[in-house]
Nanobody, 121 residues
Framework: QVHLVESGGGLVQAGGSLRLSCVAS????????MGWYRQAPGKQLEMVAT???????NYADSVKDRFTISRVYAKNTVALQMNRLKPEDTAVYYC???????????????WGQGTQVTVSS
């Protein structure tokens, strides 16, 4: 089992910045990639950014050029630097870890408890 704990959410004005961090513990050697997802009220869960063990990154179009995902392997941490925040970035942000364990063609997924990000206009 992989345990993920997020930190760094909060309230910020539009145009400001926040940095989210997620620390993984447990069977970290099973992790094939990590990332961040978010869910705004009344909306579906959406991918924000992901990073593979080979440092390949992927971003949602809505956050490209504003958000940066990074990993610190020695600290089992993935971070999301969010700049030029917009009110539409308001959501609960979840840390995600994909496992090397595949069940029915899908990697086993691990999720953090979520951290609230609120951007005021």
């Amino acid at each position: 089992q992989v345990h993920l704990v997020e930190s760094g959410g909060g309230l910020v004005q539009a145009g400001g910045s926040l940095r989210l961090s997620c620390v993984a513990s447990g069977r970290i050697f099973d992790i094939s990639g990590m990332g961040w997802y978010r869910q705004a009220p009344g909306k579906q869960l959406e991918m924000v950014a992901t990073i593979s063990n080979d440092e390949v990154t992927n971003y949602a179009d809505s956050v490209k050029d504003r958000f940066t995902i990074s990993r610190v392997y020695a600290k089992n941490t993935v971070a999301l630097q969010m700049n030029r925040l917009k009110p539409e970035d308001t959501a609960v942000y979840y840390c995600y870890a994909a496992s090397t364990i595949i069940i029915e063609g899908t990697p086993v997924a691990h999720w953090g408890q979520g951290t609230q990000v609120t951007v005021s206009s």
